[in-house]
C-alpha cells in the first residue's frame, strides 16, 4: 500500500511557549524568601517561578502554579485565571487532557469577566489545542481565529496561533491548508524571535517537505532547526528535530541514521517525560522495524505505544501505529491479531477522516475569510462617511450595504461550490488511491508467486530430472515417460509463471508483451488466438501497461474457459489519441444483462477499466461476443 501514514505529528504548542524570562531561577527563589512580601507579590512570583520552568521541568511548573493558585484562591485575586492558565499547562503537557481542559475553561471564565485580553489569548489557544484530537475540529478552528482577532498586533501570540490552526488543519487533512499557517507562524516566529516556537514550525515544514520529497527543502529546514536546538538546549526541542531528522533518512532509505535518529528522540523525551513524542518516537520505531523486515521487534515498540496510548489516547497517533502493528503482526503469521489491529486503524481512520469534520474544517475558514472582508468593506465605508455630508453619506451607506450584502451572498455561494467540487475530488483521489494500492498488492502477489514456481517448483523438477536421468542407462521406458512428464510439467511451471509476469510486460512495452502473451496461449491452447496492432505507437506508464495487459488476460482467458470458440482476435489501436483495446470470439456467447452477476473476473476489469478512466462495450449473441474498451486521457502519442 502506498506509504501515507505519516499522519502529521504535530506537537501540541501553546500560548504558554511565549512564557521567557529575565531573571534568573535562584534570584526569583531568594526573593520568595523576603517574609515581607505582600501576597499578591507573592502569587506573582510562583507564577513566573512556575514559568521559567517551562519547558524543561513540567513538575516544577505545576508545583509553583499550584501554589500561585491556591493563594489566589484564598484571596480572591485577580492573578487567579493566570494560576488557573498555568495550572492546565501543566496537565495538557503531561497528557491529562480532561485536566487541562477543566482549568483553561476556568481562565477563559475569568478572563472574560476581568476582560483581561492577554489571559484570554492564551487560554484560548490553550483550550483549542485539547481539541485537536476529539473530533472538535470546528471549535478548535473557532477559538484559535479568536485569538488571531486579539492578536492582531503581537506577532508573538500571532505566530503560536497560526501554528496551532496548521495543526488543526493537518489533523483534518487539509495540507496546503496547514503548510499556509506553519509559514505564517515561522515567519512571526522569526519577527519576534520565538525560538521555542521555531523548533516546532522548522520540524513540521520539513516534514511536508519530505512527503512531497523535495528533499533540499526539507535538509534547509532541518539545518535551521538544529540551529535553534543548539540554542535552546531543550531534551523536547532535541526530540523534535531527531524525528523529523529519522523521517528524512528514512526517506533517503539511509537506515543506520534512520535508526539512530529515532532512539535518540526516544532517549530525549524520556528525559522529561515528555509523553507526547514517547509515543510519537515508539510508533516511528515500529514503523522504521516493519520496514526493515524485523516483525517481532517492531511489535515490541508499539506494545510499549499501546500502554501510553491506553491512558492518554490520540487518534493521529494511534492511526498510524494500528496499520503498522497490523503489518507486523500478519508478517510473523499472528493473522489474528493483525485483523484486530486492522479494524483499530480502519475506525480510528475512519473518524478522522469523516466528512463532517473536514467540512467544519473548511466552513471555519470560510468563515474567517468572510470576517476579514467584512472588516475591510467596514473600513471603506467609514473613510467615505468622514469625507461627505451626513445626508449623502447614508444614501450611499444604504446602497454599499445592499450591493455588498449581494456581492457577500454571491461570493459565499461561489466559495460553497467550490468547496464542494474539492470535497468530491478529494473522495474521487482516495478511491483512486484505493483502487491503486490493491492492484499493485496484486502485482507484488503475481510476482511473489511467479519466482516461487520459477526458482522452487521448477528448480525441484529439474533435480528431479537429472536424478531420473541418471537411470536411463537401465533403458526403463517409465522413466523415459517420467522425465518426459517432467519436462512437461517444467514447460508449464514456466509459462504459468510467464503468465502472472510476463517478462516482456517488465523490459519492452505492451505491444510486446500482448503479442507474446497471445502467442504463446495459441500454443498451449485450442482455439486460434491472433493479434493486431493499427495505428501509432502505444506509450503509457507502467501502471497503465500492467493493468491494460491484466485487461487482456482476463478477457482472452473468460473466452477460452466459458466460449467454445474456434477464433480469438484481440485487437490494439491508437487513432487520433484514442486507444481502443478489443477482443473478440466466435463463440456461443452470453447474456449481457447477467453480466453484474458474473463473478470476480469480469469484475475486475471493470475495475481497472474505471481506473484508468475508460469506458467499457460489451456485444454478444449466439454468433460471438466483443468486448470493446476506449481510453482518452492517458496517450502520449510517439
Known amino acids: 500500500m502506498k506509504n501515507q501514514l505519516f499522519c502529521l505529528l504535530f506537537f501540541l504548542l501553546c500560548s504558554a511557549l511565549s512564557f521567557g524570562q529575565t531573571k534568573k531561577i535562584d ?27 517551562y519547558p524543561h521541568n513540567m513538575d516544577s511548573l505545576g508545583h509553583y502554579s499550584k501554589l500561585g493558585m491556591k493563594m489566589s484562591k484564598v484571596l480572591n485575586n485577580y492573578l487567579l485565571e493566570r494560576a488557573l492558565n498555568n495550572v492546565g499547562l501543566f ?14 475553561k476556568n481562565a477563559i471564565k475569568k478572563g472574560e469577566i476581568n476582560k483581561d485580553t492577554t489571559i484570554l489569548m ?22 484559535n481565529l479568536k485569538v488571531i482577532e486579539l492578536a492582531k498586533n503581537n506577532k508573538y501570540q500571532l505566530g503560536i496561533t497560526q501554528y496551532n490552526l496548521a495543526a488543526n488543519y493537518s489533523n483534518a487533512g487539509y495540507d496546503s491548508i496547514s503548510i499556509k499557517y506553519l509559514k505564517l507562524a515561522t515567519i512571526n516566529a522569526e519577527k519576534s524571535n520565538h525560538y521555542l516556537l521555531l523548533s516546532q514550525s522548522l520540524p513540521n515544514l ?48 539511509n537506515y543506520d541514521k534512520t535508526e539512530t535518529s529515532y532512539f535518540k528522540a526516544l532517549n530525549e523525551a524520556k528525559k522529561v517525560n515528555y509523553v507526547y513524542n514517547i509515543m510519537f518516537a515508539y510508533v516511528a520505531l515500529g514503523e522504521y522495524f516493519v520496514l526493515v523486515q524485523n516483525p517481532t521487534k517492531a511489535i515490541e515498540y508499539f506494545k510499549n505505544f499501546e500502554k501510553i496510548q491506553d491512558e492518554s489516547p490520540i487518534p493521529s497517533i494511534g492511526v498510524t501505529a494500528y496499520h503498522n502493528w497490523a503489518k507486523a503482526e500478519n508478517m510473523v503469521g499472528n493473522f489474528k491479531n493483525s485483523n484486530k489491529y486492522l479494524e483499530k486503524y480502519i475506525k480510528i481512520n475512519d473518524s478522522l477522516n469523516s466528512e463532517k469534520n ?32 451626513k445626508t449623502r453619506t447614508m ?67 529439474a533435480a528431479i530430472k537429472f536424478k531420473l536421468a541418471s537411470l536411463l542407462e537401465t533403458n526403463n521406458q517409465v522413466i523415459n515417460e517420467a522425465v518426459a512428464m517432467i519436462d512437461t510439467s517444467s514447460e508449464q511451471v514456466r509459462a504459468i509463471s510467464h503468465n502472472l509476469v510476463p517478462p516482456s510486460l517488465r523490459d519492452f512495452n505492451l505491444l510486446e508483451a500482448v503479442g507474446t502473451y497471445c502467442e504463446n496461449m495459441n500454443s498451449i491452447h485450442e482455439p486460434e488466438i491472433s493479434f493486431q496492432h493499427l495505428g501509432n505507437e502505444i506509450v503509457l506508464e507502467k ?38 483495446l478489443t477482443v473478440e470470439d466466435d463463440g456461443k456467447g452470453f447474456d449481457v444483462a447477467t453480466m453484474k452477476s458474473e463473478g470476480i473476473g469480469m469484475q475486475n476489469v471493470k475495475s481497472r477499466v474505471e481506473y484508468l478512466n475508460g469506458l467499457m462495450d460489451v456485444k454478444s449473441d449466439g454468433k460471438g461476443t466483443s468486448i470493446t474498451i476506449t481510453i482518452s486521457d492517458k496517450l502520449d502519442n510517439a
Open 543 to 580: 501502471k497503465q501497461e500492467a493493468n491494460l495487459f491484466r485487461i487482456v488476460q482476463e478477457l482472452v482467458t473468460n473466452s477460452i474457459k466459458h466460449a467454445e470458440a474456434n477464433e480469438i482476435h484481440v485487437q490494439l489501436s491508437n487513432v487520433e489519441n484514442n486507444l481502443q
Open 206 to 253: 520539513a516534514y511536508y517537505a519530505i512527503e512531497n520529497n523535495e528533499l533540499d527543502e526539507a535538509k534547509m529546514y532541518l539545518d535551521k532547526s538544529l540551529e535553534i536546538c543548539e540554542k535552546l538546549k531543550s531534551p523536547r526541542v532535541w526530540s523534535t528535530y531527531y524525528l523529523r531528522a529519522g523521517l528524512y533518512y528514512q526517506k533517503q532509505k
Open 358 to 389: 473536514k467540512t467544519s474544517i473548511a466552513n471555519a475558514e470560510a468563515k474567517y475569510q468572510t470576517v476579514k472582508k467584512d472588516k475591510e468593506i467596514a473600513e471603506q465605508k467609514l473613510a467615505l462617511a468622514e469625507s461627505k455630508s
Open 395 to 461: 444614501n450611499i451607506l444604504i446602497v454599499s450595504l445592499l450591493l455588498g450584502s449581494i456581492l457577500l451572498w454571491f461570493s459565499f455561494r461561489q466559495r460553497q461550490k467550490r468547496m464542494q467540487q474539492q470535497l468530491v475530488t478529494i473522495e474521487r483521489e482516495q478511491e483512486v488511491r484505493t483502487l491503486e494500492s490493491l492492484m499493485e498488492g496484486e502485482e507484488k502477489e503475481r510476482l511473489r508467486i511467479a519466482k516461487e514456481l520459477h526458482d522452487g517448483v521448477n528448480g525441484d523438477l
Open 27 to 53: 534570584s526569583l527563589k531568594q526573593e520568595l524568601l523576603n517574609p515581607s512580601l505582600h501576597d499578591t507579590t507573592k502569587i506573582r512570583l510562583y507564577l513566573t517561578l512556575g514559568k521559567s520552568y
Open 122 to 143: 492564551q487560554a484560548y489557544s490553550n483550550y483549542a489545542a485539547t481539541l485537536m484530537d476529539r473530533a472538535e475540529f470546528d471549535e478548535s478552528v473557532r477559538l
Open 91 to 104: 496537565y495538557l503537557e503531561n497528557g491529562q487532557i480532561d485536566s487541562a481542559r477543566y482549568y483553561f
